[in-house]
Each structure stands twice: as C-alpha cells, then as structure tokens.
C-alpha cells in the first residue's frame, strides 16, 4: 500500500510538470508570436529646424526593436502630416505643441513623448527704429503659418504690448522663412519674426538687418518661469504606445541620445541633414547650436506645456482643441 501511495505521488507530480511545462510553452509561443507579428511604424521628420533633433535617428536608420519596423519620411511641414496622421500613415512626428495637443483632444489620440525643441523665434529688422515692442506699430511684419505657433504667439505679444495684431501691424502671411530671409538680405523687406537658423543666415549676409526683439525672454517676463516655451513636440500614436509601449519608450528614449549626440557632434551631424534633404550642411553645422533643440521628457515637460497652451487657450481656444489636454496627453505618466 505504502509502495503505491508513492508511485501515485511520482505519477502526480510527473504530469503537474509536464503541465506546468505545456502551460509554459503556451504563453511563451504566444509572446514570440505576438513580437514576431512586425508592426510597421512610421515617423514623420520635416524640413528646417525642428528636423535637426532627428539627425542620429536618420542616419542610423534607428529601429526600436519589439516586432516594430520603422519607416523615416521627410515631409515639407507639419500641416502636410497632419491628415496622414488621421489617416493612420505616420504614427511618431515632430510638430508644434499646440498642434500635438489638439490631435489629442480631437483625434487621433497622439500622445506628448517628449519635447525636441524650445522657443528660437526671434523678430529681426533693418529698420533701426524698433527697439521694443510697442515700435512694432505702423509696422509690415513678415512671418509664416497663420495660424500656427508663430502666429498665435506674436499676437500674443502684441496684445500684451499694447497692439492690435489686426490694425496697428500688418502680419504678411506671403513667403515661407527661406524666402522671407531673401528679402530682408535684398533689402525688399525689413522686419521678420522667423526661426532659427534663418536669423543667423540674415545676419550672416545683411549689413543692416539684426536682432531687435526676443519673444522667449519677452514671455518669460510677462508669464514669469525659468525656462524657454516649448516649441516642437515628439508626438506618438496610439497604434504605437498601445500596441508597443516599449518600442515607443526605446524610441524617445534614442531621441535623447540623437539630440545630445547632434550637439556634440554638429559637423557630422550636419552631413547627415543635408542627405535627407533637411537643410544643406552648411546652414546646419551653424543652427545646430542655435536652433533650440532640447530633449525634455514629457513628464518633466507638463508644466511648461501647460502655462504656454493656457496662453493660446486664452488667445485662440481653437488653436489648441477647445481645451487643454488631460493626462494622459503625457507619455510616461
């Protein structure tokens, strides 16, 4: 009796384990299935400043790994990703904040990863009568993407100072900042409010025209705080954090590394942003240090992404959705 109660122990466990070892084996295909199942991703990079973060990215072709396969584009302006990202065709993209956050509060649901860029806007001029805010009065200001980030925050400044964005300037919508920045070096036009690395490149080649007013320490004078609006957003999609969150942390997280590695290493880097057609390396090498490219993760972000979406909630609630995002806009949190 005593013989077979323990033939009938070493028969129970023999099968516990040989089901502990199918149930295993189970989840373990399962897992391997679901990773080798490739999720193709696309990332979306556009032409002039806000690509430059993306340079190490580009030029190592970076895949994440976690059954995620990357596709790199480059697109002339964020307002052309705008209905591929509806559409589902790009799933990571550089873009103004403002525009990220209003693709989470009306669809599709793109979350804030990271910032890439903070303020380098700057208004240059020849004409050597504006020295603050109110000389901007009478003024023809040439400056791109009505509607966009640059111009809701000129009118903000404006209003601030004063000035009515609709009667006391007149805002010239006509050129994009390379032809803007022709202008002012062939003395057809005076004063601009345009990016980085166009101011460098005007006064690089005009005798006259310079720097005359800067909105980042304009609005931390008037918001207070310490550091430069956040300018350029790394937004991801749902089709990313969801289905791959790792992938979409690996990602941002390489984003870092190529920003830093951009900073350190501008000739190189600058190699690599004219092969994928960017800007040429030699307007690059000069931006890279100029350009306001910053990795800033989105937790860490929050508060400054707030108080400036508050500031053009105030202005236009258009410009950001309607209201402001929740939470969970914030990849990581």
Known sequence: MRQNNFIQKRLFIFFLMVFLMVAIGTITAEGSR???????????????PSGIAAAKLLGDNYQPGFGVNIEYIVLSSPLEAVAK?????VDAVFLPVNMAAKLYTKGPRFKLAAISGLGS???ISSDKSINNWIDLKGKTIYLTGKGATPDYLLRYLLLEN?????NDVKLDFSAQAPQIAQLIIAKRAETAFIPQPFVLQIETKSEEAKTVLNPQK??????????????????????????RPEAAAALTEALEKSIKWTLKNPVEASLIIERFGIMSASIAEKAIPVS?????????????????????LD???????????????????
């Open 34 to 48: 679901e990773q080798s199942e490739k999720l193709d991703i696309t990332v979306a990079v556009f032409k002039g």
């Open 121 to 123: 806007l700057f208004m």
């Open 292 to 312: 306001g490219i910053k990795y800033i993760p989105a937790p860490q972000a929050q508060e400054s992404v707030e108080d400036f979406l508050n500031m053009m």
């Open 162 to 166: 004063g000035l009515d964005p609709e």
């Open 315 to 333: 202005l236009d609630p258009v410009s950001v959705g309607g209201n402001l995002p929740d939470e969970g806009f914030y990849f990581g949190k």
């Open 218 to 243: 304009e609005l931390l004078r008037i918001r207070g705080g310490e550091q430069e609006f956040p300018f350029t957003a790394f937004a991801i999609s749902p089709k990313l954090y969801e289905n």
């Open 85 to 89: 990202m509806t559409s589902g065709e």
